[in-house]
């Protein structure tokens, strides 16, 4: 089965909008949860070009790196530090607009300028978040939060 996806011109949301519906046929049919996080991030990364886009998921007591799009990243992230440990600790979306105000961030990469990060839910447990950097400051607002939302929600 071809499993071309259509890249959206236009503006963020009429990306998003393109997007969710081609997302939801990937995720229709497959109940493996590592296959569906893998593809999301694939199908983030080729209509967006973000620098970064990947899930870091809940082991113990930690984050560990699992599906991503971008280049190698840190393993393994504690909660309550960073971006991500953060946004799972306290269990919300984070919008960083400057990496480097935000107070323990983890510099995975010194490219890195802006971030958002949420969490991520399977059969109401959060089992994770997802993370997208940016290259560019101020990348990610509320579109972002509302889509991504929409998108991870798939998963629950
Ligand atoms: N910047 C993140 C760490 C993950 S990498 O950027 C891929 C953070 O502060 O949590």
């Given at each position: 089965?071809?499993?071309?996806?259509?890249?959206?011109?236009?503006?963020?949301?009429?990306?998003?909008?393109?997007?969710?519906?081609?997302?939801?046929?990937?995720?229709?049919?497959?109940?493996?949860?590592?296959?569906?996080?893998?593809?999301?991030?694939?199908?983030?990364?080729?209509?967006?070009?973000?620098?970064?886009?990947?899930?870091?998921?809940?082991?113990?007591?930690?984050?560990?790196?699992?599906?991503?799009?971008?280049?190698?990243?840190?393993?393994?992230?504690?909660?309550?530090?960073?971006?991500?440990?953060?946004s799972w600790e306290k269990n919300e979306t984070i919008i960083?607009?400057?990496?480097?105000?935000?107070?323990?961030h983890i510099a995975c990469s010194s490219l890195s300028k802006?971030?958002?990060?949420?969490?991520?839910?399977?059969?109401?447990?959060?089992?994770?978040?997802?993370?997208?950097?940016?290259?560019?400051?101020?990348?990610?607002?509320?579109?972002?939060?509302?889509?991504?939302?929409?998108?991870?929600?798939?998963l629950n």
């Amino acid at each position: 089965m071809a499993e071309d996806l259509i890249i959206a011109t236009g503006n963020k949301e009429e990306k998003y909008k393109n997007l969710l519906p081609q997302i939801k046929g990937l995720l229709e049919g497959e109940k493996n949860l590592f296959a569906n996080l893998a593809n999301i991030t694939a199908a983030l990364k080729e209509q967006f070009n973000f620098f970064w886009v990947g899930f870091y998921l809940v082991d113990e007591n930690e984050l560990v790196l699992g599906p991503f799009q971008g280049p190698v990243a840190c393993t393994r992230i504690k909660k309550g530090r960073g971006v991500c440990g953060t946004s799972w600790e306290k269990n919300e979306t984070i919008i960083v607009p400057d990496v480097e105000t935000f107070p323990g961030h983890i510099a995975c990469s010194s490219l890195s300028k802006s971030e958002i990060v949420l969490p991520v839910y399977h059969t109401n447990n959060c089992i994770g978040v997802l993370d997208i950097d940016s290259d560019s400051y101020n990348s990610f607002d509320s579109i972002d939060a509302t889509y991504l939302r929409t998108i991870l929600d798939l998963l629950n």
